[in-house]
Nanobody
Framework: VQLQASGGGLVQAGGSLRLSCAAS????????MGWFRQAPGKEREFVAFITSNGGTYYPDSVKGRFTISRTNAENTVWLQMSSLKPEDTAVYSC?????????????????WGQGTLVTVSS
C-alpha cells in the first residue's frame, strides 16, 4: 500500500482544515487507517484511527474537534480538523495496518505516507 497525504497549510487558531490521504491498491477497505502527528522536538503522537468497519477512536486531545472518515470507493481517508489550536501544529502523517490491536501505537502500522505540515497561528 502506498499512501499520499495532502491538505496541510497555515490556518489561524479556531479555524478548520481537512487532510486527505490517498491510498493505492485494491485492498484499501481491509486496512485500519490512522493519523499521527509530530511536532518539532516532540515524539510522534496518535491522532485518530478508523477501522475497516468504520469504527473510530480519538485521544482526548482531539476528541470533539477532529473527525476521521473514509471513502473506500476512492481509496481515501480524511481528517477533518476544527477549532484548531496552536498546539495542533505538527507534521501529520497517515498510516495503514491490518493488525487488530495497538491501533493507537505507531509501531503497529506497516505503511506510512509522507507527512503534510499543519501550522496553526495564534
Amino acid at each position: 500500500v502506498q499512501l499520499q497525504a495532502s491538505g496541510g497549510g497555515l490556518v489561524q487558531a479556531g479555524g478548520s482544515l481537512r487532510l486527505s490521504c490517498a491510498a493505492s491498491g485494491q485492498t484499501f477497505s481491509t486496512y485500519t487507517m490512522g493519523w499521527f502527528r509530530q511536532a518539532p522536538g516532540k515524539e510522534r503522537e496518535f491522532v485518530a484511527f478508523i477501522t475497516s468497519n468504520g469504527g473510530t477512536y480519538y485521544p482526548d486531545s482531539v476528541k470533539g474537534r477532529f473527525t476521521i472518515s473514509r471513502t473506500n470507493a476512492e481509496n481515501t481517508v480524511w481528517l477533518q480538523m476544527s477549532s484548531l489550536k496552536p498546539e495542533d501544529t505538527a507534521v501529520y502523517s497517515c498510516a495503514a495496518t491490518r493488525r487488530t490491536f495497538g491501533l493507537s501505537i505507531s509501531h503497529y502500522y506497516d505503511y506510512w505516507g509522507q507527512g503534510t505540515l499543519v501550522t496553526v497561528s495564534s
